[in-house]
C-alpha cells in the first residue's frame, strides 16, 4: 500500500451575502466615571433586547460604546428614548447619547474570511471603489459584519458579492 502525503487545502470563499436594516445606540464619554459598557449593555439587557454587535472605541479621553441590536426582539421608538433618557440621566452632562434607526448592516458569511488576505482584501476594495463609508465591523472566521451610515447604497455591493459566491 502507497501513502500519500495530502495536504488539506483550506477552502476560501464568500458563501452568502445578506443586507439588513438594524437598530443601534452609541453612548459617548469624555471620562469614564461610569463604565459605559456595563451601563448600555444592562439597559439593553433589562428590556430583553439581544446584542447583535457591541464596540468599544477609545479615542484619547473619549470613550465610545455603540450596540447594534438584533432583529428577534421588536423596539419600538419609545423604548429607544427610553433607553436613551435613563442612560443621560445616570451620566448626567457627562456622555452625550445617540439612536441609530436604521443603520445598514451587511453580514457576509464564507470560509476563511479572517485568514485568507485575498477574499478579505477583494471584499473591502470593492466597498471601497463603491465609495461606502464603514461606521463598525465585527469580524470572526466565518463571519464579517459591516456597519453603514443609513445614507449608504448597499445594493451594488451585495450584487457585487452576491456574484463572487459562486465563483470565490
Not at 456595563?38 to 450596540?67: E, P, W, Y
Not at 448626567?92 to 470560509?111: E, M, Q, T, W, Y
Amino acid at each position: 500500500m502507497i501513502k500519500r502525503n495530502t495536504v488539506a487545502r483550506e477552502r476560501f470563499n464568500i458563501t452568502a451575502v445578506r443586507q439588513e436594516n438594524r437598530i443601534g445606540i452609541t453612548v459617548t464619554a469624555k471620562e469614564q466615571k461610569h463604565s459605559l459598557v456595563l451601563l448600555l449593555a444592562s439597559q439593553l439587557m433589562k428590556r430583553s433586547l439581544s446584542i447583535d454587535i457591541f464596540v468599544l472605541h477609545c479615542k484619547g479621553n473619549n470613550i465610545t460604546v455603540s450596540a447594534i441590536l438584533d432583529n428577534s426582539v421588536e423596539i419600538t421608538p419609545d423604548q429607544l428614548t427610553n433607553i436613551a433618557a435613563e442612560i443621560r440621566q445616570i451620566t448626567g452632562d457627562a456622555a452625550s447619547v445617540r439612536i441609530h434607526n436604521p443603520v445598514a448592516k451587511l453580514a457576509i458569511f464564507g470560509h476563511g474570511l479572517c485568514t485568507s488576505r485575498r477574499t478579505s482584501t477583494e471584499i473591502f476594495d470593492k466597498i471601497r471603489k463603491a465609495g461606502q463609508n464603514i461606521e463598525m465591523m465585527s469580524i470572526s472566521e466565518n463571519e464579517i459584519n459591516l456597519i453603514f451610515p443609513p445614507s449608504a447604497e448597499l445594493g451594488r455591493i451585495v450584487e457585487i458579492l452576491s456574484k463572487k459566491v459562486s465563483k470565490w
